[in-house]
């Protein structure tokens, strides 16, 4: 498998909120400056999946996931991307830090898990019928998160995934991170900055992905 090169990932991180109000995801990517992706993804063919946060009585639907079959370099592989905090119902799941049982069965966080579940079905729909070489799992921020669970997903069905993300905070226990760990071995790519509060929380025993190794930190000036 080629892992993405870290500028596409990047790119990929940041324009997937352009999804959030607009299913037109070239001009999604172009509303957050993304240029140049449709070179290495089939955007024409790409799919936005619809998805819920938030607690209780005040949930929010909005664009959460899309799903980018690859062409020319990347023919035969899909990128699975998702998007990270960007309203108050989305921090709303932030908070919600309970324990529930992730896609593999291990602990992971309530809130997380919740928007997972409800964007699941329609990235199971835009992965019928294909058969990938490799997925890219891709998110920044609450978008990591989601990253990691779809990652744990698919890699337990026996796709071949990496997983790149960019400050996402802990997502799952000792159990789901070291099985993940286990099974992409080096192809996990974390980014984090010193200064972003975000990879702090929730506190222990939730586990950063990789566990044997830390991500690569970046520092502001």
């Not at 070179?39 to 949930?59: M, P």
């Not at 921090?91 to 896609?103: E, I, K, L, R």
């Not at 729909?125 to 070489?133: E, I, K, V």
């Not at 990496?162 to 980014?191: C, H, W």
Request: include cysteine; aromatic fraction near 6%; hydrophobic fraction near 35%.
């Amino acid at each position: 498998m080629t892992a993405l090169d870290p500028l596409t990932a990047a790119d990929l991180a940041r324009g997937v909120y352009g999804i959030m109000d607009d299913t037109n995801v070239p001009r999604a990517l172009a509303s957050k400056g993304v240029g140049g992706l449709g070179n290495l993804f089939d955007l024409s063919q790409a799919t936005v999946a619809q998805g819920t946060s938030g607690l209780g009585r005040f949930k929010k639907d909005t664009g959460f996931a899309m799903v980018l079959p690859g062409k020319n370099s990347r023919q035969g592989e899909l990128a699975v991307v998702t998007r990270g905090t960007a309203t108050k119902y989305d921090w709303m799941s932030n908070v919600n830090a309970v324990s529930t049982s992730g896609p593999t069965g291990h602990t992971v966080h309530s809130g997380f898990k919740q928007i997972f579940d409800s964007i699941e079905q329609s990235v199971d729909t835009a992965l019928q019928g294909r058969n990938p070489s490799s997925i890219h799992c891709v998110g920044h921020s609450l978008g990591g998160a989601l990253a990691n669970l779809f990652a744990a997903k698919l890699t337990n069905q026996g796709h071949g995934v990496s997983l790149y993300t960019f400050g996402a905070p802990r997502v799952g226990m000792q159990g789901m991170t070291e099985n993940l760990e286990t099974r992409l071995k080096t192809d996990i790519f974390r980014v984090y900055n010193s200064s972003d509060p975000v990879p702090l929380v929730p506190t222990y025993p939730y586990m950063h992905t990789p566990v044997s190794r830390g991500g690569l930190c970046v520092r502001t000036a």
